[in-house]
């Protein structure tokens, strides 16, 4: 062993003796991280939350979360001398007259966007590559929870400053909580304290986003962490990987020094973002009153697709035993949100009821490998942009000149068609690469080098891939079917017999033929790999 | 030609100069443009001499109305199946749709557009044209520069009111929105002070009239306070982003942010060091 300073031999002695770190550490600092860039989607949401936190700490030095009124007399002058809440106040002061308050507060907000933004793209990627598979299902439903909660947190925090945009959202999730059958304006008085606005529920959203969410996703992201660390990264195929090891760098020192580097990044491009686009000027919107609207009231990005599923709705309302349900409400606000969140959360179960696959998988699929799953998804992306989109019908009418009605009729059909557009699309284009790999393999790729035979033919020559394309190509996995066929009595299995039963066969044969196999080898054609091309002879394998 | 080869040489290379397309078709532009700018009628001539000012306002509005008003309007601003009767709409309505270019209109869209004015539309033409369709029927006359004037408004008053009355359909600055079928809320950013007013005052097109009994001249003045003053300020944040909130926001969030965060994901990873394999 070199010799280690005395002064650090002192100290690491002392605590190994007491804490046992050494152990620890050597164990866990030798971790292997596999490296793709896609695997850094995630930090994006993990050192944003490090920013919201330190952020949402500075801010809550002046913010006060009161309703309580108070006659504004900072240095705004256009809101000099008007009456207002003391919460939208003390957020003009913090934008205003708080050094440097503004620019905390609109990093806090851009920072929260790309930390929902960052979760987003994470999770596709984790729904992508099939990672939430077994032994992963239980992260993955944190991580469901985590996405729930980050969009509660986001609507909490931009209530809080009770200015006029913000109290539009809070408006709308009264109605929504008033649309609950039998129990909603119960609901509506305990949280707003009796009739709307009253004076309580920015001091309630106060408690609920600085310290009930910021503690629950606290505790879910280090589950969430420690889960990945204890059962490993998955990695992408490649040459030397397979379910039994992780082929990457060491945590310390390259992960350690890629995740600080990029943990700077975060904060670099949010803080540029912060400092030069204006997010959330409170001050142009005026302070909440429940009178006033401003034409294009829009939620933040998150909340978008629960915005643009409001406007899309016809206004349906039925009544039953004399109780009036507002299907109007009731339906854009809990069926989209159901259909993605609980879609998300259920999905890994549902792949493995059709499927039948209890195997683990510590190597992630290529998304063109599972066309089906890439389509499903897909489709929730179309379902879930369509949303999103028309959420922003009115910006959309006044700044292309499409008239407003003609948005809204367009999206009642988009909602049902682009998905299943999407779906075909996207499961075209995976048997299309897939076609693509296979032939990379059976000829190989092409060299750049024309031949010409003695006859006169031209030819390419193509060479076989690269060792690690191959390798990379070679990593497709098999997705198991079910035994649906009948057996040799021609009686189908138990298991089969029922219509469910039916149905699970018939879609896990669907979802698992695979109808690109690979072959290995040599072609069949005239492209066929001919070797490195320096034959002067021109011979060909394969004739 | 012949015998000096070098000069055809140099004329055939220059002819077959990549660029020599792209100048011939303006040069051919440019004669047709130029051509047609000295050969067209020249109808500034007779509207310059009535909007000297020589003759009387009513009747040089009259003769300024029969040129560009009467063929939807009526010879008589009667109204006809294109346009409604301009008896009564008074001065402002005049002086607002045509100093903005609404009128004359170009086509029968659902909302006449604000575009630059014809050439005859100086300020003594549009003065002379209202104080014609004023002579028909009364109606709400122009505003003074007094009543107009930012400075002598204030602002914070101004902005409840503006709140209250405005930004359902012009959106929180006034940067416009979107109405049904077609029509839309313009942005209040190119509209001056005067014509704020005029446009409460007459309700042009979509908006309603806000008259002296709803909004008092006072509280119209402090509202063009507000305007003009939020207008006119520098976004302390950074860039606006076109103001008109979460939507843009949202994109810069995705376009900028999460792009660049992804590049530089890309970026740390494409960097290896050489493994000694």
Not at chain 1, 28 to 49: Q, T
Not at chain 1, 98 to 110: D, E, F, S
Not at chain 1, 350 to 366: F, L, N, S
Not at chain 2, 151 to 176: M, S, T, W, Y
Request: with cysteine.
């Amino acid at each position: 062993m070199d010799t280690t300073p005395k002064a650090i031999a002192g100290v690491s002695t002392f605590l190994d003796d007491r804490i046992g770190p050494g152990n620890f550490l050597k164990r866990n600092l030798r971790k292997i991280f596999p490296d793709h860039w896609s695997f850094l989607l995630g930090e994006i949401a993990l050192y944003s939350f490090i920013i919201l936190l330190l952020t949402g700490t500075f801010l809550t030095f002046w913010f006060k979360p009161s309703m309580g009124e108070v006659v504004y007399s900072g240095s705004y002058q256009p809101l000099v001398g008007v009456k207002m809440s003391e919460a939208y106040a003390s957020a003009l002061n913090i934008s205003f007259d708080v050094r440097g308050g503004l620019l905390i507060r609109q990093i806090h907000h851009w920072a929260a966007l790309l930390f929902i933004a960052g979760m987003m793209v994470h999770m596709l990627r984790v729904f992508f590559t099939g990672a939430y598979r077994k032994p992963r299902e239980l992260n993955w439903l944190i991580g469901v929870g985590l996405l729930t909660l980050a969009l509660l947190e986001g609507l909490t925090g931009y209530s809080l400053p009770d200015d006029l945009l913000s109290g539009a959202g809070l408006r709308i999730t009264e109605g929504v909580m008033l649309g609950i059958p039998v129990v909603g304006t119960y609901l509506t008085f305990l949280l707003f304290g009796g009739e709307y606005p009253g004076h309580d529920v920015i001091s309630r959203f106060f408690t609920i986003h600085i310290l009930l969410i910021p503690g629950i996703l606290l505790a879910l992201i280090s589950a969430h962490l420690v889960l990945m660390w204890v059962q490993k990264h998955t990695q992408m195929p490649g040459t030397g990987r397979t379910e039994k090891n992780v082929v990457g760098a060491p945590f310390y020192p390259t992960f350690m020094a890629k995740a600080g580097a990029f943990t700077l990044f975060t904060f670099g491009v949010i803080a540029l973002l912060g400092t030069f686009a204006q997010i959330n000027p409170i001050w142009l919107f005026g302070p909440y009153t429940p009178a006033d609207i401003s034409a294009g009231s829009q939620p933040d990005f998150y909340m978008g697709f629960l915005e643009g599923s409001l406007r899309l709705m016809p206004a349906w309302e039925i009544n039953f035993l004399d109780h009036t349900v507002s299907l109007s409400v009731l339906i854009p606000a809990l069926v989209p949100l159901g259909i993605v969140m609980t879609g998300l959360a259920l999905y890994p179960f549902i792949e493995q009821w059709v499927t039948g696959d209890r195997r683990e998988h510590h190597t992630a699929d290529r998304p063109r490998n599972n066309p089906h799953r890439t389509a499903i998804g897909f489709s929730g992306i179309a379902f879930y942009g369509v949303l999103w989109l028309l959420g922003a019908n009115d910006e959309i009418s006044a700044n292309f000149h499409i008239s407003l009605y003609e948005t809204t009729i367009f999206g009642r059909f988009a909602i049902f068609l682009v998905p299943a557009i999407a779906y075909v699309v996207a499961y075209r284009i995976c048997i299309g690469l897939q076609r693509k790999d296979a032939e990379v393999l059976s000829h190989g790729v092409e060299s750049g080098v024309i031949k010409r035979l003695p006859h006169g033919e031209y030819i390419e020559v193509h060479t076989p891939a690269a060792q690690d394309i191959a390798d990379h190509i070679r990593g497709k996995a098999e997705i198991p079917i079910i035994e649906s066929g009948v057996d040799g009595e021609g009686i189908p299995p138990k298991g089969a017999r029922t219509a469910l039963g039916r149905l699970r066969a018939k879609a896990s044969e669907a979802y698992g033929t695979d109808h690109v196999p690979l072959e290995e080898g040599h072609g069949h054609d005239e492209h066929a790999a001919i070797g490195a091309g320096d034959h002067s002879d021109g011979h060909r394998d394969g004739h | 030609m012949i015998g000096t080869g070098n000069s055809v040489n140099s004329i055939t290379a220059r002819r077959r100069h990549p660029l020599a397309r792209y100048a011939v078709v303006a040069l051919a532009l440019g004669l047709l443009g130029g051509g047609y700018a000295v050969a067209a009628p020249g109808g500034g001539s007779a509207d310059a001499a009535i909007a000297s000012g020589k003759a009387d306002d009513v009747a040089q509005g009259k003769s300024l109305f029969v040129a560009h008003c009467a063929s939807c309007h009526g010879l008589n601003a009667e109204g006809s199946a294109k346009a409604p009767t301009l008896v009564g709409v008074g001065a402002a309505a005049v002086d607002f749709q045509v100093s903005t270019g609404r009128m004359p209109a170009a086509d029968a869209g659902p909302q006449a557009p604000r575009k630059p004015l014809g050439e005859w539309a100086t300020p003594q033409a549009i003065s002379d044209l209202a104080a014609y369709v004023q002579s028909l029927g009364g109606g709400p006359t122009r505003p003074a520069a007094e009543q107009v004037d930012p400075a002598k408004g204030d602002p914070a008053k101004g902005g409840e009111l503006f709140r209250a009355n405005c930004i359902q359909c012009h959106n929180f600055v006034g940067a416009g929105g979107a109405l049904t079928y077609g029509k839309y809320a313009p942005p209040l950013n190119p509209a001056t002070p005067t014509q704020i007013y005029e446009a409460m005052a007459t309700g042009p097109q979509a908006m309603p009239v806000f008259n002296d009994s709803t909004i008092t001249p006072d509280q119209k003045r402090d509202m063009i306070a507000y305007i003009t003053h939020v207008r006119s300020q520098v976004d302390p944040g950074g860039s606006g982003l076109g103001r008109i909130g979460p939507v843009t926001e949202g994109l810069v969030a995705w376009i900028v942010g999460l792009s660049l965060l992804i590049l530089a994901s890309i970026w740390i990873t494409a960097k290896k060091r050489r493994t000694h394999a």
